[in-house]
Structure formats: structure tokens, C-alpha cells
């Protein structure tokens, strides 16, 4: 058989395959008929993307391009638009409007487009990447807020800084891995998640670490004058991907939320986690399930219900549920306490040295990347309804708190407050983004 007919052979196996995983009819028996007589040499990224039948999707002025300085990339599909409130007001205020978000779901990107008056551009995949990148002359660097496959079409770009953000700072499992040494610098709340990574076993030396605190939590911090508390606050986390990553406390929330309102007679606030009910498909997940199955609960107590008798002297239920799109930290502000899952707002809530009361997985063997001050340390933590009622009336009731010096330890281990306050965030952005002295 002649070279000619085994390429020809050849090209028609792999072209066949590669049509039919997508769904489409098989090709020509000739793959010689089937390729194109000529093919246009290509010299440059935007060449070869001018050979695709659509063009970049823009949500901003094609001129801002010229003038970007720095990439927000988000990676998440529907339901992470809390990783951008996180960090774009941050990082505008650090460079000004020389910051495009770059976005990897289309669904997201329509939403984002809808919600925020932002410079945002959708990217499908490493040609996209590459053409936007190019027209990008003035780009130095690009901010990650989550771990994906896809952000490898933005990483392999040497001349750029590659700097990790995430989305909140925590023992899960998902904190730390390996995954993170394709960054040039990881960006820290404190020393806590400096600390996990010497844990894990792993080199990463490869890795500059910097602490830049909590933007998001400086007004708490400035404002931390003692608050009148009417409520205290349950912030659940998700149900995550795995089982061995579902933290998550909502299948006993109503239970939760009962014992310790009719344990301090305070109003329950509540916010779910962004993406919860993502992963299972059981409503407890969903506010509407917990709504109704609260009211119920505590306008008609069953004969094991004795708990929330106090709860249900009330004509109507005080239950107080805040938008998912709510920044968790202007929630905290009146809370008495915190009931929470293994999550970043352990963190966050540490800012109010107020008691932390945190639930803990019995049933399932969860994965963590622990830091050097355990929560027993500084959280007082349960596994059923009956032992948040003992440590509430304890810590709360009667005020005997001994975790609190706790409290105060873990706040300078896991945030930065002097990094926060002084703005540390807004100087290492313009550290890797502004033009250099003339």
C-alpha cells in the first residue's frame, strides 16, 4: 500500500472517530475528499482565531482591551457569581477600571451581563484565550478564584503573573492540593493556609505565598463596636461534589435553628451557601423546604418537639432569610453567634470574637486540610441538635465561655487584621499591575 492510501486510511479512522463523539454524521469514505483542497497557513493566535465561524463574546468596549492591566478569571458555571462580588470591587479599587472579568460559562456570562454593569468577555476555550490575550497589550496579570481544568488555557501564558485568590479561606479538602503550584503567588486571609500547604506532604516551594487579610471583612473590623444582638446567625455550607466533602448541616437545619431559638428566644437569621442544592437533589438544600418546614414545626410542635415550646408561644414565625447574593459579612452585624458547617465563614465571623458554634459531620468520614490551631480550639463544636442545646445554654445562658481567649489567638492565625486594615490587598494588585516608575 502506497504512503498516500495509509494517510488517507488513517486521517478517515480519526476523523470518523472525532465526528462521531460529537454527535455527527460519519464522513466521506475518502478522507482526501473530505480535507479541504488548500489550507490557509496561519502566523498568529488571532490569524488561526479568524478561521472560526464566531468571535469573542463582549460585554464591554472593544478600546478597554488596550488599556486592561489585569484578568478576574471565573471558572464556575451558574451560581458563582459570589466569587466575583468577592473580589472585583476589591481589585477596582486597587487599579481602577483597567480590570476585565473573563468568564468560562456562557450561562454565568449571561447573567453577569444582566446583573453588574462590568467589563466582561466570554471565553470558550485556549483559542479564545489566546486571541483575547493578544489584545491585551498592557496585560499583566490574572486572578483566579476557584480550581478548574479550564484555567490551564491561561496559565500556560508565561508572560503573565498566574496569582490564586479562591473564594474564602477553610480546612476543607479543596484548600490544598497540588493543583495550586501551577500559580506564581497564593493569596492568604493569614498564616492558617500557609500552614496547610506545609501540611499536606507536598513540595511548594515553587509557590510565593503572600497574606493579604480579608478586604471583605474591613468594615467589621473598623466597626467593631459591641452590638445590640437580637439574632444570632446559621450559615450552612453546601453539600459539595463528593461525599467526602459534604460538610454541610441543612438535612438537620430546621432542628438547629429551633433548638437555639427556643434555647435564647432570639430571632434565627439565616443565608445558604451560593451553591447549595447544585449537587443533590433533595429541597432541604433549597430555602422555601426550610421555610416551610421551620413554620411548621414551630406553629404545631410534635410530642418530641419539647424544645421549641418557647419558640412556639409566638403568633408568627420570626425566621429571617437573607438572599444568597448577600455579602455574608453584612450579616454579621446584631448576631449574637454563629452556627456554622467546616466553610470560609468560620474565618470571616472570627473578625466579631463573638462564640462560634460548629457542626461536624458524625455519619461520614470527611477529608480536611487542617491548619496548627485546631477548631476545638477556638469553636465549640456538635454533631446533633441536643449538643448545640448544651453549648448554647452554657456559652450563651450562663457565660461560661472559655474559648474565647481562644477566639482571639485564631483571629491573628487565620486573618491578618493589620494586612486587612492597612489595605495589603490593594498594594500587592498594584504591585504586579501598575506601570513601573519612569
Known sequence: MSIRKQIARFRTRVLRSGDARHGAAPLATSAVKALPAHKPKVKSPVAAAQFRPAGLELALNRARMAYATAILHVSDGPGSEFHLDLWIHHLRDALGPDVIIVIRSRPLFESVKKRFDLDCVYIRDSRDAERFVHQCPNLKAVFY????????????LNHLKHVFLGHGDSDKAASCHRFFRVYDEVWTAGQAHIDRF?????RTDSIDFKTIGRPGTRSVIENAAPADCQQFLYLPTWEGYQDSQNYSSLPMGVDLLLVA???TGLRPRVKFHPLAGTQSSDPIYLEPSLEQAYAGRRMAPTAADEDVAAAATRSEPSLVVSPRSL???ECFEGSAFLVSDISSVIS?????????F?????AVDIKMSPSQIPYDQFAYQFSTPEELRDLIEQVILRGDDPLAIGR??????????EATVQGRFAKEAQRLCSPPPV
Do not use: M
Request: charged share 15%.
Open 145 to 156: 478564584v476557584s480550581n478548574t481544568g479550564n484555567v490551564i488555557h491561561f496559565v500556560r
Open 327 to 329: 455579602p455574608v459579612s
Open 408 to 417: 482571639e489567638k485564631a483571629l491573628a492565625y487565620f486573618v491578618d487584621v
Open 358 to 362: 460548629l457542626f461536624l459531620p458524625s
Open 261 to 263: 431559638e427556643a434555647a
Open 348 to 356: 470571616d465571623f472570627l473578625v466579631t470574637l463573638r462564640p462560634i
Open 198 to 202: 506545609a501540611a499536606v506532604g507536598f
